[in-house]
């Protein structure tokens, strides 16, 4: 079940625009949409999509389902941050986790959008839940989420559309 993002989206996506996020950059599961691998899809699977991406859409808000290349419409000009490495409660993102567009706009790369690598924390396919890099912290016990103080400065950079 992970942090149970399935039957908890409405807040979740509460919180994210709380944080200032205009965003939400978020995986398909495949499986989800199509449990047998082929044939006809859930409707189950596809209505969760169809739930989360209204609750995204508005003035604040757009979904962004990731493109691989060259299904993208135009260049990505996307950056995302490798993991802050924002591991408990309260914890500052490192300055690391910004450089991918602080660099890009430092040399006149027009950056229309950062991605946090993960809004909450969950299960990542190569560290398990031991290692935590979002913005909010997801007690797997009782699933409560709290936002770091990443969290915080991630609403300060987007409010003031910059970084540093």
């Known amino acids: 079940m992970a942090n149970d993002h399935y039957h908890r989206y409405q807040g979740d996506v509460a919180l994210m625009k709380d944080i200032g996020a ?5 995986s398909i ?24 991406v209204d609750a995204l ?5 757009s979904p962004s389902p990731p493109c691989t290349t060259g299904t993208c419409p135009r260049p990505s000009r ?4 490798a993991g802050s490495r ?5 914890r500052s993102p490192t300055t690391p986790a910004m450089s991918p567009s602080s660099s890009a706009t430092a040399e006149g790369v027009p ?9 909450q924390d969950n299960l990542e ?8 890099f979002s913005l909010v912290y997801v007690d797997f016990d009782t699933l409560e989420r709290k936002p ?9 950079a987007a409010r003031q559309n910059a970084v540093g």
């Open 29 to 52: 599961a495949w499986p989800r949409i199509f449990p047998e691998g082929s044939g006809q899809p859930n409707p189950k699977g596809l209505d969760f999509y169809h739930r989360l």
């Open 125 to 132: 396919w190569m560290d398990g839940f031991g290692n935590r």
């Open 78 to 81: 996307t950056a995302t941050a």
């Open 57 to 61: 859409l508005g003035p604040a808000s």
């Open 86 to 90: 924002s591991s408990r409660p309260g």
């Open 148 to 156: 770091k103080l990443s969290a915080e400065w991630f609403r300060e």
């Open 22 to 26: 205009t965003a939400y950059r978020f």
């Open 111 to 119: 950056v229309d959008r950062y991605f946090h690598w993960s809004a």
